[in-house]
């Protein structure tokens, strides 16, 4: 069960300015449901990959003892050029 979204209004984003901003005042975040939850302390991009395999890993522990919300989901296309490709030429294809 991989995440990805079902259709994109435009198929290449930006990344935006505050993409590797780390906030340090990060003390005031509260669980929204739940009472256990991981925090965030560096800022990065997950893949969907990444989060599937962390989901796994928690459901071996956890079994049927208990529930859990996922709250990121890996939306913003990243994308790549390929090796030894000259510059310009547009921005490069889509890499999952």
């Known amino acids: 069960?991989?995440?990805?979204?079902n259709k994109f209004?435009?198929?290449?984003?930006r990344k935006g300015?505050?993409?590797n901003k780390i906030y340090k005042n990060v003390n005031?975040?509260?669980l929204s449901y739940g009472s256990v939850g991981l925090k965030c302390l560096e800022s990065g991009?997950?893949?969907?990959?990444q989060i599937e395999a962390t989901r796994s890993s928690i459901n071996k522990i956890i079994k049927k003892s208990g529930k859990i919300f996922i709250n990121i989901?890996?939306?913003t296309p990243v994308s790549k050029k390929p090796l030894e490709i000259r510059m310009g030429k547009?921005?490069?294809?889509?890499?999952r």
Request: hydrophobic share 30%; charged share 30%.
């Open 90 to 95: 547009g921005k490069g294809g889509i890499d």
């Open 1 to 5: 069960m991989n995440f990805i979204p």
């Open 45 to 49: 991009r997950v893949t969907s990959k």
């Open 28 to 30: 005031y975040i509260q």
């Open 9 to 13: 209004k435009f198929k290449k984003h």
């Open 73 to 75: 989901f890996p939306d």
């Open 17 to 19: 300015k505050h993409f």
